[in-house]
């Protein structure tokens, strides 16, 4: 397998033996952590989680049910299921962005009530503002985050740096690729200091060679920041190449049909054999699920 050169540029006293990975760097001073995990809290614990949204018909739609999940510190959780089964919807409820019908979401064992800085949500459609230079957009969150504005170009160029745009700081977003914007998305994501990145199918639409570097990209800052990540994604190919776990959900209404321990070492490679290997099996799973729902689609439309 050839090694990935992004590991290892990385210095040996960061590799850790939990999980084949590596702790914060002490080196990374702009990026402290609230919570480093020593205590052995969970950073996010969903407890029974159910969500129903309401129709247009006036009736409820069953979205999530009864979900309960513990994600360590520093872990990098991915999420796969059938379309509709509730995934975006339990990031946003992480986000504090909506509120659960019951249960309770904890980050830190404290109870979310609402969106915090100590969370960010990262999806598809980047948000970068086309008027902003790549740099300014960078440092928009932390402007509305209130950071005095030396301390804003100091980490602007640090997380330009840490996405390798350091060069494209003056350059307008249209001047930018595809992956080079979701770069620019995650920088400005990143800079905002979250603990926790809730990433919603954010290489989807890239090509698959854009979509290999992003993914030892992020696999690299990962290491390099500790940050917890909870990735939502349809590639099951893409959840094994980068997460610890994968945690696979029903058709709706969504619940957790299993979990798997990725503990295949880093790092990894799509066409890793073993990496195809895990992701077929958890097809196979994902199969019977999406079986499901494409009985309910068609299943309806036949009836009519
Ligand atoms: N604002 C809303 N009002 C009513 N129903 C909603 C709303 N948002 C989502 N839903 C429904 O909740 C279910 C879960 O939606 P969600 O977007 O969370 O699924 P998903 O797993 O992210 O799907 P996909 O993989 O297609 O992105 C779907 O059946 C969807 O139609
Ligand atoms: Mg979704």
Redesign the pocket.
């Known amino acids: 397998m050839t090694p990935n050169p992004a590991f290892q540029s990385l210095p040996e006293e960061l590799h850790s033996p939990i999980l084949g990975r590596k702790k914060p760097a002490t080196r990374v001073a702009v990026l402290p952590l609230r919570q480093n995990g020593a205590n052995g809290i969970p950073k996010v614990s969903l407890k029974g989680i159910s969500l129903s949204?309401?129709?247009n018909d006036g009736s409820q739609?069953l979205?999530l049910d009864d979900i309960n999940l513990q994600v360590n510190p520093g872990e990098f959780l991915c999420i796969v299921?059938p379309?509709?089964?509730?995934?975006?919807?339990?990031l946003h409820l992480i986000a504090g962005l909506q509120p659960a019908t019951s249960g309770k979401v904890l980050v830190d064992s404290k109870t979310v009530d609402g969106p915090g800085t100590d969370r960010i949500l990262i999806f598809q459609e980047l948000g970068l503002f086309p008027w902003l230079t790549v740099a300014k957009n960078v440092e928009f969150g932390m402007k509305m985050k209130g950071v005095a504005k030396a301390e804003r170009r100091e980490k602007t160029e640090y997380y330009l740096r840490l996405v390798h745009l350091s060069q494209f700081k003056d350059s307008y977003t249209h001047q930018l690729s595809g992956g080079m914007r979701q770069r620019v998305a995650l920088a400005r994501a990143l800079a905002t200091e979250p603990d926790v990145l809730l990433m919603d199918?954010p290489f989807a639409a890239l090509d698959a060679q854009t979509r290999d570097l992003l993914h030892d990209e992020l696999e690299r800052i990962w290491a390099e920041t500790g940050r917890t990540i909870i990735f939502?994604t349809?590639n099951v190919r893409e959840a094994v190449r980068l997460g610890d776990r994968v945690v696979l959900f029903t058709f709706?209404p969504?619940r957790i049909k299993s979990e798997f321990l990725i503990d295949l070492p880093r790092p990894r490679h799509l066409e890793d054999v073993t990496v195809a290997k895990r992701a077929g099996e958890i097809l196979d799973e994902l199969r019977e699920e999406i079986n499901k729902s494409l009985e309910e689609q068609y299943g309806h439309e036949a009836v009519r």
Request: proline content about 0%; glycine content about 22%; charged content about 20%.
């Open positions: 949204y309401k129709t739609l979205a299921g379309s509709g089964c509730g995934k975006s919807t339990l199918e939502v349809h709706r969504g």
